[in-house]
């Protein structure tokens, strides 16, 4: 199996920035032609917030075009998040995927929280 380490969730100020980091072996990471990243908030389904796809081509949720960033660096294996000017409404646990055809791998989750 794959194993997928998720980092850089927290507690965060509405307003504030936050950036998450999925990493992975330098053995398979490469293999993964799409990237992304799904959250879930309680009670809500759920949903996609960005990937990348073969291989530079991005994809972002509608509440969050213009605040985040996704991104992969196959120097470092990780798949990044950077999320700017958070709102409550992004508080959920925020997932990793690396997949190719068949092939798919979630991290195991990490929370964020926007809260004044």
């Not at 969730?9 to 920035?17: D, E, F, I, K, R």
């Not at 917030?49 to 972002?60: G, K, L």
């Not at 409404?89 to 926007?114: H, P, S």
Request: contains cysteine; aromatic residues 10%.
């Amino acid at each position: 199996q794959v194993h997928l380490v998720e980092s850089g969730g927290g507690l965060v100020q509405p307003g504030g920035s936050l950036r998450l980091s999925c990493a992975t072996s330098e053995s398979v990471f490469s293999f993964f032609n799409v990237v992304g990243w799904y959250r879930q908030a309680p009670g809500k389904e759920r949903e996609l917030v960005a990937n990348i796809d073969n291989p530079d081509s991005t994809n972002y949720a509608d509440s969050v075009k213009g605040r985040f960033t996704i991104s992969r660096d196959n120097a470092k294996n990780t798949v990044d998040l950077q999320m700017n000017s958070l709102k409550p409404d992004d508080t959920a646990v925020y997932y990793c995927v690396l997949a190719r055809g068949v092939y798919n791998y979630w991290g195991q989750g990490t929370q964020v929280t926007v809260s004044s």
